[in-house]
């Protein structure tokens, strides 16, 4: 395998873009990365969009030409990929693939929703297909109902506080104020948490990752384009896994551990030869407080039914232990679902590259994502280090 | 009509949870909350319809029959609340029992349907043509907002495995009489949700002249008076009809007492008279003999004459009786009564 | 929206499943699991055969459903349960018959078949089981 390097990063601000369509967004978002690389449309070989609900939201599939056509580079290869809210993670993994096993040397990988056409019941009942339409949507659960699922089950077994899970939100919100691209630049309290609406008891509107429109993308090239860049614009891709689980939570046996966390950890680490405490940066899939507890147990940062703690005693800030989703998380840096992976790999190479302004952790060399499809039906991990 | 050799191998009834105190429509309506024709009645859930219902009350019937449904020939359902108006409810009870090769009909005929699906099952059971069959009665009776109805008209079910009389019969089918006239006192045309009536129209000659008939005629013809009844059971859109039915009739409190239900869960329609006989067997003794006399507007009466037989001491409690239904109840208002009965329309 | 969710055939070719509780089970591992499917989910076995699932079991988690999907709404507040049956299977469901303040984990709970979906008020009525407390 060929090694594998992001020489390029552009996002659009993640929020309600009444002004901008799906094919905006992606032609924004694709723009900035290509700036920021310094390449031209013309070194672009291959795209892979991640994305869920165009076809639901918007009424269009077939993403990978749209693009081509609308970026102006007809001819390449493109090609949706999908993976519920993984979307983006997976298609930074093919993107990796392609340039990894010799066959491209620049692919864009890129990730676009835009949810905020459709009212909060019919996005509510698209985000609900990542789960079993005939044995779970049926019941008239929404996605963040699977989720409460978990959540009272883990309060329950490890004895858990509500608010000491909900002290993820109050996390994220802080790290977003300094974020350029993140939906709610705003911090809020632990009250402010707890006394928001219920959504699905006993998971509160704060304690979820907002409807945001947004998309991202990432310049990966091969090492033979890398050589053209100085040093301290590339971050090296040094792992890319994905792993999948039992899709709906009453066939798991424990439904507080996300098994393809531990899977897909596994591999990357193996995959990049590196330990987990070599790990600096952590960007999870905190869609909603309880998962971002669970991922830091199940990624090994924790022990189970312990990854509050580390929330708790300040060990996931900027200066802690093992600094986690410093430019605001899902909850307040946004979730335009099928772009989020691709989101969450440019705040860490921002991080890898120096580039954090005010929440930059002071000598980050490894950086982790973790994208999550489903209730953990997918989980993708990629490591990135800084050259 | 007089029967041999078929009898009720099972039963089961279903009431509904939810509770209207008829005070409270009342309140809303600005009727003396004392002067209304029931205490409560059942209200469906926003899940239940006349169909989830029949098959709750079927599947208790089953359990008390100790029979596989594979001898199942025939599930008869009569209901005037179907799910549908086009697409009947009989052929998923029959999916929902996991049986394929048997007569499935749903029978619109008013609250009479169901005990008329009854005879019709005992027809079919004592030409030979089925082993067994079940007749199932069920109806989410519909009251327009406001109307005199709105503070009777109920929800329940009940069903009955019908089979030859054999050893472990619960009730064996004595006779059976019908009595009708074209006496349109309560009627629903087609694509309407509501239905309307005839105020007191619906007493003298359609109630009280086809019970009165289908009875005296069932007792003529079988040679019986009420005396020889130790229950009675009779159509229940309210508590006073039955009551004055049975006085007319020659009948005491002490055998309506098991029979008469309304009171407690208001007019559950097709399903009225089977819940309280239903309630009678949960509380005769073997040997009891029991006149059930239903009644359904524009479509007449039918009476049937059965005697308890000892099956029903080892039957009775493998499901839950009526009582175990009316006493589990919670009360709702008026506000989400109209939104279980989908009354408010937006 | 959602009108591809308004199909009928997708609806009943599953009725089976849904109105009887018809679950699998690994002759090879012996693991059960609801629906049936034809390759267990623990162990990769293709040798599943149809089991008739308990129709009792217990509360494991709930949720109370304030936000639906659309096809749910004007039914909120609800309550969506996992449920081990007696068997130790696990089903996801609606539990039915009681006040979003009063259900608890662990309470004791029974099956029964009510209304799911409605596909349009012209459309079919998607039945299926749900859960209700059994009352003591």
């Known amino acids: 395998m060929r090694r594998v390097y992001v020489c390029g990063i552009g996002a659009t601000p993640i929020g309600e873009h009444w002004e901008l369509s799906l094919r905006d967004l992606m032609v924004l978002a694709a723009k900035k990365a290509l700036e920021d690389s310094t390449l031209t449309k013309r070194d672009i070989e291959a795209v892979y969009i991640g994305n869920m609900s165009s076809g639901i939201l918007q009424g269009q599939e077939h993403l990978g030409s749209l693009f081509a056509t609308w970026f102006g580079i007809p001819g390449v290869s493109a090609q949706k990929c999908e993976a519920a809210c993984a979307s983006g993670g997976v298609a930074f993994h093919q993107a990796f693939l392609a340039v990894a096993s010799g066959m491209y040397d620049v692919v864009v990988a890129m990730g676009v929703e835009k949810m905020s056409d459709g009212n909060t019941y019919d996005v509510t009942s698209a985000l609900i297909m990542a789960d079993d339409q005939e044995y779970v949507a049926f019941t008239g659960s929404s996605f963040v109902g699977l989720n409460a699922l978990i959540y009272r089950r883990y309060m329950e077994k490890f004895n858990v506080k509500h608010e000491d899970i909900a002290m993820f939100a109050v996390h994220d919100h802080k790290y977003a104020v300094n974020n350029p691209l993140a939906q709610y630049r705003k911090a809020v309290t632990l009250e402010t948490v707890l006394n928001s609406p219920i959504v699905a008891d006993p998971l509160r509107l704060f304690e979820c990752a907002p409807i945001g429109d947004g998309a991202a993308a990432v310049i990966l090239c091969s090492e033979e384009v890398a050589k053209k860049y100085k040093s301290d614009r590339l971050v090296e891709v040094i792992a890319s896994s994905v792993a999948t689980d039992i899709l709906s939570l009453h066939n798991r046996k424990d439904i507080v551990t996300l098994n393809a966390t531990k899977l897909a950890m596994n591999k990357a680490l193996k995959m990049s030869k590196i330990d987990l405490k070599d790990i600096d940066i952590v960007e999870l899939h905190d869609a909603f407080t309880i998962l971002g507890v669970i991922h830091l147990e199940d990624m090994g940062f924790a022990e189970k039914g312990k990854g509050w703690m580390l929330v708790k005693d300040g060990e996931i800030e900027k200066d802690g232990k093992i600094p986690t989703n410093l430019m605001g998380g899902l909850k307040a840096r946004g979730h335009p679902v099928g772009a989020t992976g691709i989101y969450e790999v440019i705040d860490v190479v921002t991080q890898l590259r120096g580039e954090g302004g005010r929440n930059q952790v002071d000598d980050a060399e490894i950086g982790l994502a973790q994208n999550v499809g489903g209730v953990g039906g997918t989980v993708t991990i990629n490591l990135f280090r800084r050259l | ?346 | 929206m959602n009108t591809f969710i308004n199909s009928v055939p997708r609806s009943w070719r599953e009725r089976k499943y849904k109105y009887r509780l018809i679950g699998g089970i690994c002759k090879k591992c012996n693991a059960t699991f609801y629906p049936y499917r034809g390759s267990c989910p623990y162990c990769g076995s293709d040798d599943i055969e149809e089991v008739n699932l308990p129709k009792k079991g217990r509360l494991i988690s709930y949720t109370i459903i304030y936000s639906p999907p659309s096809e749910f709404r004007l039914k909120q507040p609800y309550i969506v349960g996992l449920i081990e049956l007696e068997d130790g299977t696990r089903i996801i469901a609606q539990i039915t018959d009681v006040d979003v303040n009063e259900v608890k984990d662990g309470i004791e709970v029974e099956a029964v078949f009510r209304r799911y979906r409605e596909q349009g008020a012209d459309g079919i009525i998607e039945y299926g089981i749900k859960f209700r407390p059994i009352s003591d």
């Open chain 2, 1 to 346: 009509m007089k029967i041999k050799d078929v009898s009720i191998i099972g039963y089961g009834a279903y009431v509904p949870i939810f509770r209207i105190k008829d005070s409270e429509i009342a309140r809303v309506w600005g009727r003396d909350p004392k002067r209304v024709p029931v205490n409560e009645k059942s209200v469906p859930g926003y899940d239940e319809d006349s169909l989830t219902m029949a098959v709750e009350a079927t599947l208790n019937a089953l359990k008390r029959s100790n029979i596989s449904p594979d001898i199942i020939g025939a599930i008869l359902v009569g209901s005037e609340s179907p799910p549908y108006a086009v697409k009947p409810s009989a052929t998923v009870i029959a999916e929902v029992l996991g049986v394929s090769r048997i007569v499935a009909v749903d029978m619109e005929f008013a609250c009479r349907a169901g005990t008329t699906a009854m005879q019709n099952v005992i027809g079919m059971v004592g030409s030979g043509m089925i082993e067994a069959g079940i007749a199932i009665g069920t109806d989410t009776a519909q009251g327009r907002p406001g109307d005199e109805l709105e503070y009777t008209a109920a929800a329940g079910a009940a069903s009955y495995i019908i089979s030859k009389s054999g050893n472990d019969d619960i009730a064996r089918f004595e006779g059976s009489f019908s009595y009708v006239t074209d006496t349109p006192d309560f009627w629903r045309r087609e694509g309407e949700r509501f239905p309307r009536h005839g105020y007191r129209f619906t007493g003298e000659p359609a109630y009280f002249h086809h019970i009165y008939s289908a009875a005296k005629g069932l007792m003529d013809e079988l040679g019986l008076k009420p005396q020889d009844f130790a229950h009675v059971v009779f159509h229940q859109p309210n508590v006073k009809f039955p009551t004055r039915m049975a006085k007319q009739l020659g009948f005491n409190k002490e055998q309506l007492k098991y029979g008469l239900l309304s009171g407690y869960i208001g007019n559950t329609y097709a399903a009225a008279s089977l819940i309280g006989l239903a309630n009678v067997l949960d509380n005769a003794k073997v040997g009891d003999r029991i006149l059930v006399v239903s009644f359904g507007s524009g479509a007449g009466s039918d009476a049937f004459s059965i005697i308890v037989e000892d099956g029903i001491l080892s039957k009775r409690d493998l499901a839950p009786k009526v009582f175990d239904y009316i006493s589990r109840k919670k009360y709702i208002d008026y506000s989400i009564y109209s939104k279980f009965r989908r009354n408010i329309v937006m």
